[in-house]
Structure formats: C-alpha cells, structure tokens
C-alpha cells in the first residue's frame, strides 16, 4: 500500500469545519467546504441508509440532528437528503454527494458507523464510492465486525481503529485487532498515553491521529504524543 504520511501532514477538522452547531452545523457540506477553504482535513461519519447507500451522519436516531423522530438506517438516501440539519438549509448528504464536493482538495477519513445486524454492506458502500474517487481518503470504525471486513470489502482503502480506553482488558481487545487490515489508528486524546498507542507507533510505524482536541491543552497532550489532531471548536493555525 502508498504511504499514508499524508495523515499526518495537516490538522482534521472533526466532522468538518463547523462552529459547534450554532449555524454551520456538523457533518455538512457546509462544514466540509468550510474546512477544505481553510486546508483542514476532514473526518466525517457514514451510517448505511435503507436503500444501501453511505450517508453522512454521526448518531443511529435522527432527533438531535434533524429534529425528526426515528433511525437514520430506516430512511433511504433521498429521504434523508430532504431533511434539514439544525434547521438550516444544510442537507444530510450521501458520502457520494460529499465526495464531489470535496474534490480532493484535503483528505478526508471517514468513520464508519455499525448497527449490528442491519449495517451490512456498509464497508462496500463507502469502498465503491471511493473507487472513482481522486484524492487522499481513509476508512477507520470502533466497530470491530466492520474492521474484520476492510481487507475483504475495501481492499486498497487504508484503514484505521478508532479507539479509547485504559484499562488492560479494552488494550487487549485493540491489540486483537492488529490481525486484520490496520494502518492507523484514531485514540482518544485523554487517554493517549498507554502501550497500545506506543506500540504501533514504535514498533509498528503506524500513523496515530487523536480525537477530539478542544483546548490547548488538549493540543500540546496529542502533540507531544501522537502524530495529528482531529480537533473541533478552535483554529490550529491561529496559535
């Protein structure tokens, strides 16, 4: 596989570049358009809709986002492409849709979201809508049967972990998961510090992103730690 040094070259803008929800909102067009203007990278979520497509979204039920009552996986695409976010004119849009706009301009990693037993075809969905696609991209999940699938059903696609956690049991079972197709992997930032994060840094030279900087402080813990931000709420380059 090509190197993914590129993941480490600019800070990523958590779920787009957008102003904690007040009027650009999370996981839009908007939010990512904002950030490639700026030279962020992005990190987006991707839930499977009824209909088998990826559509952007970060939470299983529609209300915080939307306003609307119900699951994301429950609408097809273009049902959800006509609700609004946050009462703006902001769309919830397909990966595809998110994709175009972006245009290679800065890369994008993409979160997949599972809901065991109805997310099947998730990873192939997101894996042919960057078939085509001209630009720097990664997959990652917390959810393990999804990462089990990224060698199977996006091979090519580096692809991460996201992860967090102190406690040996919860290392142990991110240690489990270097078995299958890993190249890097997403820690939460106040919990860096640990033998997992240091050993596929070390040792394993894999890339490690944190999530989610929204302080100072949090910056100088990750970049004293890990190689890039995923941060939210301030401007890495106004500091």
């Not at 993914?4 to 909102?25: M, S, Y």
């Not at 004119?89 to 109805?118: C, F, N, Y």
């Not at 890339?207 to 730690?225: F, G, M, Q």
Request: aromatic share 8%.
């Amino acid at each position: 596989m090509a190197s993914i040094d590129w993941l480490k070259n600019v800070p990523i803008a958590h779920r787009g570049l957008h102003d904690l929800n007040r009027e650009r909102w999370e996981n839009t067009l908007s939010a990512f358009d904002a950030a490639a203007s700026a030279s962020f990278a992005i990190e987006c979520d991707v839930h499977l809709s009824a209909d088998g497509k990826a559509v952007v979204f970060h939470d299983g039920t529609l209300d915080r986002v939307t306003g609307q009552q119900g699951n994301i996986d429950e609408l097809t695409a273009k049902q959800a492409a006509a609700l609004r976010v946050g009462g703006t004119q902001d769309h919830v849009p397909t990966l595809a849709e998110s994709l175009r706009l972006i245009d290679g301009r800065v890369p994008i990693v993409i979160e997949l979201k599972g809901i065991p037993g109805r997310d099947d075809g998730l990873v192939k969905a997101v894996a042919n809508d960057l078939a085509t696609y001209d630009g720097h991209a990664a997959i990652m999940s917390f959810d393990h049967h999804l990462i089990r699938l990224f060698g199977k059903d996006a091979p090519g696609v580096p692809a991460g972990l996201t992860a967090e956690g102190l406690r040996d049991e919860e290392l142990e079972a991110h240690f489990s998961m270097l078995a299958y197709k890993i190249d890097f992997v997403s820690y939460n930032v106040h919990h860096l510090e640990n033998r997992f994060v240091e050993f596929v840094r070390a040792k394993l030279g894999m890339p490690v992103i944190s999530w989610t900087v929204r302080s100072l402080a949090d910056k100088a813990v990750s970049d004293a730690l890990v190689d890039q931000i995923t941060f939210e709420g301030f401007d890495p380059h106004n500091v």
